[in-house]
Structures are given as structure tokens and as C-alpha cells.
């Protein structure tokens, strides 16, 4: 042990209940910022989860909300037009040559599946309840490999949907609302008019009441019937990318590759991400300020310390320590409470995050959540204890460069 | 005649408040095993000399030698060093680490030049703190200690590494009768027996008759003696 660690060690221990005052200061800066950060990204990591349940990365429909060019346009193309309130023209949600331009994306090194579906408005019917409600056409197998179907099956296979053209998989808020339960027969009915009923064989719950509560999936070919359309209809294609963050570069080039609409889950999901993006800023702000504060109440201590030990530190430099020996002996006892009081913090982070993660929470009709997410990622750790001592050094920094240059003949002289 | 501190025309202005003249042209040779007080009324810049010889005040016009090594315009961190190893000091107020115990005290000079492994700097400090009868209150807190007992503790350390030169900032100046005679003692006894040099500077007559040689000035120069023994 060297000598200046001695003399610092001994200047912590002669006053414990200064020492652990700093230290506290650093404690409680870290273990709230351990708290806020797991809570904080745990709900981030949670929400963003969901949405990747909810949205393919890349999804291919036919907007027929788009503006589309008037007929005055293509045949005077260098005239100046005018067209005022163009009434949109009637048309049909289809893909034309969804089933190839599937194959041709999935073809893709960078794709990891393709899922063609149909989706319709549809009315649900049992006894006398009747609910809006949607239904999906997919091919179940290719949906699970998008969405990870299989792990969310509340009751039933996923198979018993392959091999039963009238059955459906319901989501359990309908299921509940309909008061079905699998193996119950429901009647389905269009807009259009058409009804068909349908055997329940499976209910499934992504956590999401937009979706639980309202939408079933059943063969393609099912809902090809129940719209009294042709084989080749299909209304949307989903992708799944092995790296969901490239969706928003790719997206146009399936856009141009299918010549519809080609939307990224970013882009679909922007109100989600917002949310991510204030509540990252809301937790560093919060973080950054407790640090700030502790910072100075470490510098508080040491500049009140290294004022009353103006004696200790001329006679030091009297008897042959230099400025930096004067320096380094204070800065390890910023150091060390700085580490110290980190460590602790981690632990009391640690702590408090356990007794959130316990808390309980109900996360109403909206999404499934007894508890609160919480992470314990051991970066957010290493961040704390890093961004602890980096504060108490630069706190501790300034007093002890004073004491380093401080004139020994002016306090000695009395 | 060998010896261990020589200055040559050491000058030296105050400029706060106002540019003032405090050390004009000093000479002086100290001979190695010399008890030397310097005397002389307040202000006269006996202090101010003894902190430009101590090598702390930088801030001077001149030259300064301490055993045979010229210190003029080296750095402070070269100075430290120099200091922990051939000046010791004694003040008038005591200036332990008060968290420190006697022994601890005594040790941290020796520890900071490292001649020696740890537990030879242990039992020199013990021997020293014997010399000076202060070997009962080796473990016990500075901070614990009476200011003559304070001021043994303080000499101790001002001794353990052996230096060319002990420096005194009035170092009987705040003790009572009995311990200035036990440290004016202990001072002659270093360097009658031990050949130790020291330079003290004291408004004490008593303290500064019983020395080697008085040193007087007046007005920022040395008025007696006019001429060093030596020469």
C-alpha cells in the first residue's frame, strides 16, 4: 500500500460519518438511475415486443387512400389540370400477383418469411351476440414462423387449423366476449352479406387488446370463400427480415419489386416509438441530474475537507510531498467514494428494481401485464458504475487540484 | 571549515500592497553541526529568509547551496524531493497529522523517501521517538498530545531522515518554560552530539543566547555578526 493511499485511507476512516454522507449522496444518484433505467427499458423492451407481435416488419397492401392521377391528367399530361375533390374510384384490396412477388421476396437473403394473407371486416356471431370483429386468411404455418403463433396458442394446435378448412382460431378477448369456448361453432357474416358458420378450433392471446379483442385466423382459402372471391386473392403480404432495424431502407425496394404500398414496422408504429424515444430522454435527463447532484455534494465535502486540512497539506508539502502526491491523495478518496458509493448504489438499484418488478400492475383490457417489465440488462450496470465514478473524479478533480497548488508558506506562516 | 547551507546576495520584494524590499543581499554560510538562531524584530524578514533557505519560497534574486547542491531555479517537485530528503522542519504550532498516531507521524516522511523498507522505518521512528522520551506515546493519536509532548512528536519527524539541516519557525514559541528549556535542550543535543545542523528562528533571548551563533537582522539584512566566524 502505497503511502498517499494510507494518508487518504486514514482521512476516510477519521470522519466515517462524512465519508458515508458523500457516499450516500452517490448511492442514492446510481441506485435511481439502475431503477429508472430497468423499469424504464423493461416497459421500452416490453412495448416494442408487443408491437413486433402485433406488425410484420414490412407490410404490403394495396392504399387505395392514395392519391391517384385524374383521367384529365393522362390525357392532356402537358396541360395545366385542375381537378377539385376527386371521389375516390372503387376498387378491390387485392394484390395482382401477390402469390409470385411472395415467392420473388422470399427469394430475398435478407428475408426470413413471407406471409401472403387476406384480412376482412366480419360480423361474429353466437346466440344472439353479435361483434364487429376481423378475420385473417393465412397460412398458419408461414404465420407462426412471423409471428411465433405457436407460443401464444391459449388452447387448441395450430395444426388443427391446417387440417380443418371451416375452423378458426379466435383471440381470447373475443372468444370471451362471445362467451365461446374451442370446439363452439360461430357464424360468421360479411358486409357484403355472405354467412358461413365456423368451428373454433383454438384461441390464441398476443397480449394486445386491439387485437385479442377482435380478430380470428382461418385457412386461406376460408376467407377466399367467405368473400366469394377467387383463389388469387390476397389483400396484404407480411415480411419478416433476419435484421428487423434494415425494414426502412428495404421497404421501398419491395415497394417497387410489388408496386403497392410497402410500410416498415417504424413507420406503422411511430406513435410506439416516440413514446420509446421520450421515455429514453425522460430516464438520462433524471439520471444525469441525480448524478449532477451528487457530483456536488461530493465536491462540497472535499473542498470543505482539503479547507480544513490546509495545515495537513502545507506541512505535508513542507516535509517533501509534491503538489501531484498532494493530488493523488485526494483524489483517491474521491475515487474511493465515488466506487464505493457506486457499488452500493448498484445494490440498492438492484433492490429497488427487484420490488418493482413485484409490484403488482394491471395493465387493463389494453395489454396482458400482472407486473411491471422490468430489466436487469447488466450493461445498465456497468453504465451506473462507470458514469459514478467518472462524476465523483471530475468532482473530486477541482478540490484537489487547489490543494495541489496551494502556497504551504501562507499557512505556515499563520 | 565544510559548509552545509551557503546563500549568495539572496533579495527579495513583497509586491502586495506595495512593492517593498524584504531580504537585501544576504550572505550567509552555515557551518555543518552549527546551532544557528536568527534574530530579530517582527518584520524584519527573519521568516521570509528562512522559508527562502527551507527552499518552499521559490519567489527570490540570489543563489542558494545546501550541501553542495545549488537549488536555484530548480522546480518544485525537485525541491519536494530535495526537502523530504535534507531539511527537516519544526514550527512553532506543532503541525502533526492529527489523525495520524505519534509513530505514524514520524514514519510518513521516512515512508515518502523510501531509503528503507517498512519495518526499518518503524524501528528508526521508534528510536527516535526514544531519543526523545516520547517512546510511551507512540500509538497514541496526535491529536491526544500536549503541545510540548506535541512538539517532541514534531521534532522526531523532523529528524528521521537524517537531513543536513533542521529549520525551526519559532519552535519554542508556543510552549511554556518547561518544555522551550526541554526543546532548547533537545536541539543542542542534536547538534553537539549528533552533528546535526539547525537553523531556528526565535524572538526568544533566552532560547537564542544558549545557541552557537545568533544571527541578527534588522531591516531586511544581517546587522551581527558582520562577517561569518569561518572566514
Known sequence: MTLQVEIAK???LAKPKQTLVAMLGVTFGIGMFIAMVGLMTGLNNFTEELTMTSSPDIHIYNDITQARSSILTEVNPDGLNLVYHQKPKKETLRLRNALQVSEVIRRDPRVLGVAPTLASQVFYNYGPVQLNGSISGVDILEEDKLFDLRSKMKSGRIEDLKANAEGIIMGTGLARKLNVRTGDRVVISTPEGYTMPLKIVGTFQMGIGTVDNIRSYANISTVQMIL?????????????????????????????????KAEDWETANATFLTGVIIRNILT????ITLLVVAGFGIYNILNMTIYNKMKDIAILKAMGFSGGDVKRIFMIQSLVIGFVGSLAGLVIGYILSYAISKAPFDGGDLISLDHFPVNFDPKYYIIGIVFGVTTTAVAGYMPSRKAAKMDPIEILRG | MEYVLRTHKITKYFYDPEKFQVLKEIDLKVNRGEFLTLMGKSGCGKSTLMYVLSTMDTDYDGELEIAGERLTGK?????????????????QFHYLLPEFTALQNVMIPALKLKRYNRQEIESRAYEK???LGMQDY???RASKLSGGQQQRVAIARGIVNDPNIIMGDEPTGNLDSYNSGLVFDIFRDLAHTYHQTIIAVTHDEGFAHNSDRIVEMSDGEIIRPQENPGD
Open chain 1, 284 to 287: 438520462y435527463s433524471v439520471s
Open chain 2, 138 to 140: 507512540a500509538t497514541k
Open chain 1, 10 to 12: 486514514t482521512h476516510l
Open chain 2, 129 to 131: 521517538l526514544k531519543m
Open chain 1, 228 to 260: 366469394q372471391q377467387d383463389q388469387s386473392y390476397i389483400t396484404d403480404i407480411n415480411i419478416k427480415l433476419r435484421d428487423l432495424h434494415q425494414a426502412k431502407a428495404v421497404a421501398p425496394e419491395f415497394q417497387s419489386i410489388a408496386g403497392y
Open chain 2, 75 to 91: 522546480s518544485q517537485n525537485e525541491l519536494a524531493k530535495f526537502r523530504n530528503e535534507h531539511i527537516g522542519f519544526v514550527f
